[in-house]
């Protein structure tokens, strides 16, 4: 059982480029959301998903797309990256969206844009 | 206007002593709370939580107090050790939206 797996660890992006950072879980959870984390700060809700093919955005969506083709993957969408994307990225998920549900959190991706 | 607001960026204490993380919210609507640990490189874990229906819940060394007319909570770490140096997190929900808001994060450090 790995839990929450999110690659790359680091990317270094220059601005404008385009990419994606994957999340897989496999626990057979219903919620994943993304969140991002910049230093100082608490984290910031990007996007989140209450099933396959259901997504909704979060607090900070703007710049980001995501997609839930399965009960897996939660993949998160850089479409132009800009210096203010900068900031390290977690993907969570739990079984249901219910408030008492256990969030079980990723590595965590560290991305630089240039 | 942030929600939750952890006051206290850091917090240094001594080994064996008590650890009191604060934190406080604006929402009335929140009615579950979660604290969260967090060491470098790696993600948050969940820690412990409590209902707005409790005013305390225990977990081992760490026990949660809920103030809902001041609307604040504490963390309490007893006794400390120096492994419970690590950041500490906040959160909120209300029980019809499951997305959680966070603090800033508390620093713990734990003196040997």
């Known amino acids: 059982n790995a839990g929450v797996t999110q690659t790359p660890k680091f990317q270094v992006l220059k601005t404008g480029q385009s990419m994606t950072l994957q999340c897989a879980q496999d626990m057979n959870h219903e919620y994943m959301s993304w969140y991002r984390q910049d230093p100082g700060m608490g984290l910031r809700l990007i996007h989140y998903s209450v099933g396959a093919g259901i997504t909704d955005q979060g607090e900070v969506p703007n710049g980001y797309n995501v997609s839930r083709s399965t009960t897996e993957d939660f993949p998160l969408r850089l479409l132009s990256a800009a210096p203010s994307q900068t900031s390290v990225y977690f993907c969570?998920?739990?079984?249901?969206?219910?408030?008492?549900?256990?969030?079980?959190f990723g590595p965590g991706t560290r991305l630089t844009v240039l | 206007d942030q929600q939750v607001k952890q006051n206290s960026p850091s917090l240094r204490v001594q080994e064996g002593r008590i650890s009191i993380l604060n934190c406080d919210y604006t929402?009335?609507?929140?009615?579950?709370f979660l604290w969260y640990k967090k060491y470098p490189a790696e993600g948050p874990t969940f820690l412990i939580s409590?209902?707005?229906?409790?005013d305390k819940n225990e977990d081992g060394r760490f026990t949660v107090f809920l103030n809902k007319s001041a609307k604040h909570l504490s963390l309490h770490i007893v006794p400390s050790q120096p492994g419970d140096s690590a950041v500490y997190f906040c959160a909120a929900r209300s029980t019809n939206a499951g997305k959680s808001t966070f603090g800033d994060g508390t620093t713990l450090t734990v003196k040997p």
């Open positions: 969570a998920s739990s079984y249901r969206a219910g408030a008492t549900d256990t969030q079980y």
């Open positions: 409590i209902s707005s229906i409790k």
């Open positions: 929402n009335s609507m929140f009615d579950y």
